[in-house]
């Protein structure tokens, strides 16, 4: 069974890092584009980054640019997100998504490009 499993969440203080990370299982997702999503109460699901299959090219939303960083182990499928300067508008559940891409240069940022999804993980940022 093709799965995604999201870990690293919690509860961090404003300031404070996490960092997050997706386990790939079921099959190899070396030649998948990686996306990071989020979703805070009564607010839409946004993209926060994605990385290429080659992990040449990424995407970050602004908000969090120069805070987050995505990056990608394909000989482990895995997939991470480090947290840095979190603030409390950053509190929202975590998804990782995969959907495979024939360029290694492609990312994507809408969430009906991806065809699979993880369950989730919570951060929560305090003030």
């Known amino acids: 069974q093709v799965q995604l499993v999201e870990s690293g969440g919690g509860l961090v203080q404003a300031g404070g890092s996490l960092r997050l990370s997706c386990a790939a299982s079921?099959?190899?997702?070396?030649?998948?584009?990686l996306g990071w999503f989020r979703q805070a109460p009564e607010k839409e699901r946004e993209c926060v980054a994605a990385?290429?299959?080659?992990?040449?090219?990424?995407y970050y939303a602004q908000p969090v640019k120069g805070r987050f960083t995505i990056s990608r182990d394909n000989a482990k499928n895995l997939v991470y997100l480090q947290m840095n300067s979190l603030k409390p508008e950053d509190t929202a559940l975590y998804y990782c998504?995969?959907?495979?891409?024939?360029?290694?240069?492609?990312?994507?940022?809408?969430?009906?490009?991806?065809?699979?999804w993880g369950q989730g993980t919570q951060v929560t940022v305090s003030s």
């Open positions: 998504a995969a959907v495979i891409a024939g360029d290694g240069s492609t990312w994507y940022r809408n969430a009906y490009e991806y065809d699979l």
């Open positions: 079921g099959r190899t997702f070396s030649r998948h584009v």
């Open positions: 990385i290429s299959w080659s992990g040449g090219s990424t």
